[in-house]
């Protein structure tokens, strides 16, 4: 594959639905978990009628990225002046971002703050599923929130508390500048109760040039390629992986991404929606023989299971850089770029990444995706406003133009760098596309997952009883 592409996500995203490839689907996840002192209760998240300085310490303000645009942001300040320019109030926002994912989005909507008068307050956690939950229990809910995935949002819509985004957006515009499948994926009961603010890649595999040469043009094509390699490069690091799966509340999600390359590298994209839809049983030999890959995983992984569980994932690949490197490779989706020390590194110089390379031949093109899906629990002035403002091609040019965040707005072309182009050629070259499967199971199948992979990553041997016990969870989860 060249390192330059012509295809961008938005071209990318044009093909996929045009081609009518698979999606199934979730949230990315695609986030540090902010420091503790930043993870509130349901009590903290601000709703429209929380007091508007408890709110705005949860919003900190940030320094302006260096790389955005001038003329992008007068783009986006001209179109948030359509929506408005003396609304005025304020409009609280729950979603995973922290760090410089937080500080994108918060850039992202300083525009629109400028010229609607509008102040939009801002809560990052990690626990998202938990603070919504109590928040439906409780009626603190804030404006708006990313939603944990499809299957979630299913049952806050099913429940009452989503807003019918048809009362908010202009539905044929957002139709018109969004693939086909990511709307279909926000629909439910026929009504649009989510959109995507952004999509990811999954899958790739990163490693830094300078210590295995350059892999981007002629990577390993299949696992036995890639196998061979970390056999021949055993020498240069202390092992041939890196991974870690601590997320607070989520922990685990990360090994999740990796044991589904592996069943959809191996099974196929059939497969691997019946398994996430519940019609392929947990102890069925495909599911089982991805679990004992990620078992190889694991055995081969910088400071073993200890760190596995106890690191941050945007950490996890922390090891490569050091001197002498820790591992060699790092399974992990493109938002990595933006976290741990991935941040302050040169992209295609300091690290650089190749596909999740073929198990089965016939599933070589096979690509797993994830996206950040936002939804309104409150229909204000102000949260009307901002959500046409977020979806705009306008304020999603700002939103990618730091390098982290490939846009879901088909109108969005000018990327900052070629590795984001690459990633939008891997989609584009798709012969399937699926959504993270996690994200799209039942809340309690997805919970079940993730505590029984954290149990599994320390004791490999109890593998067939977790596969009966998520068995067992799969049978009383999903609807018939």
């Keep these: 594959m060249s390192n330059r592409s012509t295809f961008g996500i938005r071209r990318a995203g044009a093909l996929l639905a045009t ?6 689907a979730c949230s990315s996840g695609a986030t ?3 420091s503790s002192a930043s993870v509130p209760s349901a009590a903290a998240v601000p709703s ?3 007091p508007a300085a408890s709110a705005a310490a949860a919003s900190p303000t ?5 790389s955005l645009d001038p003329a992008a ?5 001209t179109y948030a002046a359509t929506l408005g320019t003396s609304i005025g109030g304020s409009v609280s926002v729950l979603a995973v971002w922290g760090g410089s994912e937080q500080q994108q989005f918060l850039n992202m909507v300083k525009p629109f703050e400028d010229a609607t008068g509008v102040t939009v307050n801002y809560t990052g956690t990690r626990d998202e599923p938990a603070v919504l939950t109590t928040g439906i229990a409780s009626g603190q809910l804030p404006d708006i929130a990313g939603l ?16 019918d985004l048809s009362t908010m957006l202009d539905v044929p515009s957002y139709t018109a500048q969004t693939p086909a499948a990511l709307v279909q994926l926000g629909t439910t009961g026929g009504k649009l109760s989510g959109v995507f603010l952004d999509v990811s890649a999954k899958g790739q595999i990163w490693y830094d040039p300078q210590v295995t040469g350059d892999l981007s043009t002629s990577p390993p094509a299949t696992w036995d390629a890639l196998t061979a390699l970390i056999t021949a490069d055993k020498a240069k690091a202390q092992s041939a992986w890196c991974f870690s799966v601590e997320s607070g509340a989520a922990s685990g999600w990360p090994a999740t991404d990796v044991l589904e390359s592996f069943v959809l590298r191996n099974s196929g994209p059939t497969y691997y929606n019946s398994w996430w839809t519940g019609k392929t ?3 069925d030999p495909g599911i089982k023989t991805a679990f004992q890959d990620l078992g190889q ?10 760190r596995i569980l106890t690191t941050n994932f945007a950490n996890a690949g922390d090891p490569i850089f050091a001197s002498p490197p820790g591992c060699l490779f790092l399974h992990q989706a493109s938002f990595i770029t933006g976290l741990g020390a991935f941040a302050n590194k040169t992209r295609l110089t300091d690290y650089n990444f190749f596909p999740f390379p073929a198990i089965n031949p016939q599933y070589a093109a096979a690509v797993e995706g994830a996206g950040d899906l936002f939804g309104a629990f409150n229909n204000t002035p102000q949260a009307a406003a901002l959500m046409k403002y977020l979806v705009s091609s306008q304020a999603q040019q700002l939103f990618v133009a730091d390098g982290e965040f490939l846009s879901a707005n088909k109108g969005v072309a000018n990327y900052p760098n070629t590795m984001n182009q690459r990633l939008g050629a891997i989609l584009s070259g798709a012969t399937s596309f699926v959504f993270d499967a996690s994200d799209q199971m039942p809340a309690p199948m997805q919970t079940a997952f993730y505590q029984d992979l954290l149990k599994y990553i320390q004791d490999p041997t109890q593998l067939d009883t977790l596969l009966a016990h998520l068995d067992s969870v799969q049978a009383s989860s999903y609807t018939p």
């Design 281 to 283: 049983k947990w102890t």
């Design 48 to 50: 429209a009628s929380a």
């Design 297 to 306: 995983m694991v055995a081969g992984s910088y400071g073993g299971s200890a």
């Design 32 to 34: 540090a978990a902010p």
């Design 62 to 66: 940030l320094a302006p990225l260096p």
């Design 73 to 77: 942001v007068a783009a986006a300040k």
């Design 19 to 24: 081609a009518g490839l698979v999606f199934a």
């Design 148 to 163: 944990p995935g499809p299957a979630q949002m299913i049952q806050y819509a099913a429940a009452g508390k989503l807003q």
